[in-house]
């Protein structure tokens, strides 16, 4: 008979045999736990891991087209901090994050609500409402392009038959960027809006019922029933559209290659630069190292704030 990995000392006194349960924990019996898993961690590892690692290493380096020169220690990242152009590129990267997050999330929210609701023709509103996500960011950027063009665009078109000059929207350094986050508004708020809409079907209808019972409002059943449902779909949401727009490059670039005057150049696209166009890899692996310690920073920032106002409501 097997010790028990409980001992008892006294009435209503447990105490765990550690050496007991350590032995019970043994390859033999848990070796399959390490065998499945294994295989997944080396992928990760392949995957994410030694790209980020093997980034840094090279961010430490001079290089010379795609050659690792002679080591530079942190050359590079005093280089980057004093460089005003990278300052620029870090200010433009929040300024389209923040612009897109504030308000893709509520505008994919909204859509999700009226989603949820029953609608006439609502598989043909979802179809069409899905679209810009399956378009590619490359796809998508040439497509705004041509129609924002000042001279044979629809767009300026439409805006002389209405009797006001034409709008250069890609080449005015403000308007460049106000353009630039809400075609990626159009493009990414699909994203968002599938996220809370899966969310919105895992809320039991009794709850539904009840409220109605209660002869609760819609805000009301909103606030203290849906709500509470979609703040974990929400935090996931916000981080992953955030790490999204401080990586992308394809939208921006193609629109306005960072410009007029560096006005759109955001980190991820001044990194492309630097290692594709100027062949400066270490310098580029460096800018990537930067964007994934804001990723980071971001990341944490948002679970915390999250979680502070989880404690404040509960």
Request: without cysteine.
């Amino acid at each position: 008979m097997l010790e028990s990995p409980v001992a008892r000392h006294g009435p209503g006194v447990a105490r765990i045999n550690v050496r007991t349960v350590a032995h019970e924990w043994t390859f033999e019996r848990h070796g399959f736990i390490v065998v499945f898993a294994l295989p997944a961690t080396l992928l990760v590892a392949a995957v994410y891991l030694y790209p980020i690692l093997y980034a840094f290493w090279v961010s430490l380096h001079q290089t010379q087209f795609l050659q690792l020169r002679q080591f530079a220690g942190s050359a590079n990242y005093l280089r980057l901090v004093q460089d005003p152009t990278v300052w620029r590129a870090t200010v433009n990267s929040v300024i389209y994050m923040m612009g897109s997050v504030i308000v893709t999330v509520p505008l994919g929210l909204g859509l999700a609500l009226m989603l949820n609701r029953p609608l006439p023709l609502m598989g043909a509103i979802r179809g069409i409402l899905i679209v810009p996500w399956v378009i590619s960011q490359a796809v998508a950027a040439l497509l705004w392009t041509w129609l924002l063009e000042p001279s044979m665009g629809p767009v300026n078109r439409l805006v002389e038959v209405m009797g006001h000059p034409k709008v250069f929207f890609l080449a005015d350094p403000v308007l460049a960027m106000f353009t630039v986050i809400v075609v990626n508004i159009w493009l990414s708020y699909p994203f968002p809006m599938i996220l809370f809409l899966a969310a919105l079907k895992g809320v039991p209808p009794e709850l539904y019922e009840a409220v109605q019972l209660d002869g609760a409002g819609r805000w009301a059943t909103f606030r203290h029933i849906v709500f509470p449902f979609l703040r974990p779909t929400m935090l996931s949401t916000v981080i992953l559209v955030s790490l999204l727009y401080l990586n992308m490059v394809a939208l921006i670039y193609i629109m306005t290659g960072g410009g007029p005057l560096s006005a759109t150049e955001t980190l991820a696209v001044q990194a492309f630069k630097r290692s594709f166009m100027e062949f400066r890899i270490g310098l580029g692996a460096t800018l990537g190292t930067l964007i994934l310690v804001l990723n980071a920073v971001f990341g944490v920032g948002y679970i915390r704030l999250l979680r502070q106002q989880d404690e404040t409501i509960y």
